[in-house]
């Protein structure tokens, strides 16, 4: 959604707004707010609007009695406030909208602000977005997470002067913080390639290493955006890395950088080790960085399991399978008490959704995982597999006409014959022939055949099918 002018909103909303500007001039602020608060219920993408409403909140405030004005005007944001936090993710403009109520009875709530430039980011609103992402930026000038996303905001409306000066103003508060020093030059490369140097580009006649004017800076960033998976080259990088952390604890790509390249080294503790560096800096950890983190504890697991640490479980111990199934069992209620609990943290997130349903599924407890694969079917890169798994779990509990049903609308919505579609023509069949419905089940693995005659065990299925008929 872009951002709108005053010529682009309909009539009635124009006059609206006008009543608003009046009411605005005349200091009948109350007035005005519930006027422009109206206006943006229809235009959320008025960005002029917007303005002047913020315009009359912080007015209003100025009139007021400064601290007992702030504290009354909170009183009770925080529901509406959680509300639309949840919703930001789906429901942007109502998460949009929520915040500007809030914001608009007590223009300093940071809290509000957040979430209303996340949910305009969302919305595709940058400009609505550095509205707030100023009014943080001016409370707390120093503060990184809030700067670096206010560039970013200007950087995809192409203001790169403004992106740029916005890092500007955040290295005066962190001078040798030599992460913001690399993101200003990367911010400051952009620009000059955008007022100078594009057209050297574009007819083949320069490139991005001249158009920067440090090369071995060019190099670094070169070499540092690629995680190498080389054994030895993987430990020279960790020791450099962690000799950057006494002047840099908390450069989070170093920390991410770190806890990858110790996994990969199936240094497992020292890989959680980071990762729960990276938890205790504000703002920084989000489900992604959490699901990774739960991924190496759960290999950390499998590498005791598989042997791999004698110090913890010995193969040549008498009692080495009691042990190795009560260290299996402690993976399993890791794996589902992890997943509950960012299912609980991140609510939207569907593919945690699914990611909890097979955990149910594989432990046999089948009427919770039906209504997770369910919810997990409106996440449309989740759907197919989701589909797939309801299906199995109505064919566990011989709801066999359910799963079939489940199983041919997966397959209609299907394009292409990939390995996901084999998936769902197998189960189909394995179903059918479940139900007695044989020459049925054997199409699906007719159809598999003709196109992957080695797939599972459908060669040896469809051979016997036709020596039968003689």
Same mark, same amino acid.
């Given at each position: 959604m872009a951002e709108k002018s005053l010529s682009e909103i309909p009539r009635g909303v124009r006059d609206q707004y006008e009543k608003g500007l /009046?009411?605005?001039?005349?200091?009948?602020?109350?007035? *005005?707010?519930?006027?422009?608060? *109206?206006?943006?219920k229809s235009e959320p993408a008025f960005l002029a609007g917007r303005e002047a409403l913020r315009k009359a909140a912080l007015k209003k405030v100025g009139t007021g009695t400064g601290m007992f004005r702030k504290f009354v005007s909170s009183a009770g944001s925080s529901p509406a406030l959680a509300r639309a936090k949840f919703l930001v993710e789906n429901q942007p403009l109502e998460a949009l909208f929520i915040a500007e109520q809030v914001i608009a009875n007590d223009p300093s709530n940071?809290?509000?602000?957040?979430?209303? $430039?996340?949910? $305009? /980011? *969302?919305?595709?609103l940058p400009r609505s977005a550095i509205l707030s992402l100023e009014s943080m930026r001016q409370d707390a000038p120093a503060d990184k997470a809030i700067s670096i996303r206010l560039s970013e905001a200007y950087a995809a409306l192409g203001q790169d002067d403004k992106a740029e000066a916005v890092f500007a103003a955040l290295l005066r508060h962190h001078p040798n913080d030599t992460q913001l020093s690399m993101m200003a030059k990367n911010v400051s490369a952009k620009r000059t390639l955008n007022e100078g140097g594009y057209e050297a580009l574009a007819d083949g006649k320069g490139s991005y290493r001249s158009i920067?004017?440090?090369?071995? %800076?060019? /190099?670094?960033?070169? &070499?540092?955006?690629?995680?190498?998976?080389?054994? $030895?080259?993987?430990?020279?990088?960790?020791?450099?890395?962690?000799?950057?952390?006494?002047?840099?604890?908390?450069?989070?790509?170093?920390?991410?950088?770190?806890?990858?390249?110790c996994a990969q080294q199936k240094d497992y503790f020292r890989s959680i080790h980071y990762y729960n560096l990276i938890e205790g800096i504000p703002g920084s950890f989000d489900s992604t960085l959490e699901r990774e983190r739960s991924e190496v504890i759960v290999k950390r697991f499998n590498q005791v399991i598989e042997g791999g640490d004698p110090a913890q479980l010995n193969p040549?111990?008498?009692?080495? %399978? &009691?042990?190795?199934? $009560?260290?299996? *069992? &402690?993976?399993?209620?890791?794996?589902?008490?992890?997943?509950?609990?960012? /299912? %609980?943290?991140?609510?939207?997130?569907?593919?945690?959704r699914f990611e909890l349903g097979v955990l149910y599924f594989n432990l046999g407890r089948i009427s919770e995982a039906i209504p997770e694969f369910q919810r997990a079917e409106n996440n449309p890169h989740k759907r197919p597999q989701a589909m797939l798994y309801s299906a199995r779990c109505f064919a566990t509990r011989n709801m066999n006409d359910m799963a079939v049903r489940k199983l041919q609308v997966a397959l209609k919505e299907k394009s292409g014959f990939d390995d996901e579609r084999k998936e769902l023509l197998y189960t189909l069949g394995t179903v059918l022939e479940k139900m007695g419905n044989a020459e049925e089940a054997m199409d699906q693995f007719k159809q598999i055949a003709e196109v992957d005659f080695g797939y599972r065990d459908v060669a040896a299925r469809v051979d016997a099918y036709y020596a039968s008929k003689g």
């Open positions: /009046v009411a605005l001039e005349r200091s009948n602020l109350d007035y *005005a707010i519930e006027l422009l608060l *109206a206006v943006l940071n809290v509000a602000h957040d979430i209303f $430039a996340r949910a $305009a /980011v *969302a919305a595709d920067l004017k440090d090369k071995g %800076e060019a /190099v670094r960033l070169e &070499q540092e955006s690629r995680v190498t998976r080389d054994a $030895a080259h993987s430990e020279n990088l960790i020791q450099q890395y962690e000799s950057r952390l006494a002047t840099e604890p908390d450069n989070i790509k170093l920390l991410k950088n770190l806890a990858e390249l040549a111990d008498p009692d080495f %399978e &009691q042990k190795r199934a $009560a260290v299996i *069992a &402690q993976r399993d209620e890791f794996m589902l008490n992890d997943c509950r609990s960012r /299912v %609980e943290k991140y609510p939207t997130d569907l593919a945690i």
